[in-house]
Nanobody
Framework: QVQLVESGGGLVDSGGSLRLSCAAS????????VGWYRQVFGRKRELVAT???????NYGESVQGRATISRDTVKDTVDLEMNGLTPEDTAYYYC?????????WGQGTRVTVSS
């Protein structure tokens, strides 16, 4: 069973930065992709950033140039760093993993950016 545990959410000042971390219960070498999505209540979950097994990264349009995703295949963690935060970045952030065609999600961590 795949388990994903996020950490690092909380309250951040506008213009500030954050670092989220996700610990996976499986070896990240054996997965298709890992990354982060976010969701605001009442809106569709949207891509923040993903990284594939080959190391290719993909960023959501709303975070382009402000986010960096990194993966550690020894610790089996995937981290997200974002800067230049605005209140529009307020959301629940979910860790994501795809393995053998199956999607897995963490419980989410809330990020609130004060105006």
């Amino acid at each position: 069973q795949v388990q994903l545990v996020e950490s690092g959410g909380g309250l951040v000042d506008s213009g500030g930065s954050l670092r989220l971390s996700c610990a996976a219960s499986v070896n990240l070498i054996n997965v298709n992709a890992v990354g982060w999505y976010r969701q605001v209540f009442g809106r569709k979950r949207e891509l923040v950033a993903t990284v594939t097994s080959g190391g290719s990264t993909n960023y959501g349009e709303s975070v382009q140039g402000r986010a960096t995703i990194s993966r550690d295949t020894v610790k089996d963690t995937v981290d997200l760093e974002m800067n230049g935060l605005t209140p529009e970045d307020t959301a629940y952030y979910y860790c994501y993993l795809q393995r053998a065609g199956v999607d897995y999600w963490g419980q989410g961590t809330r990020v609130t950016v004060s105006s």
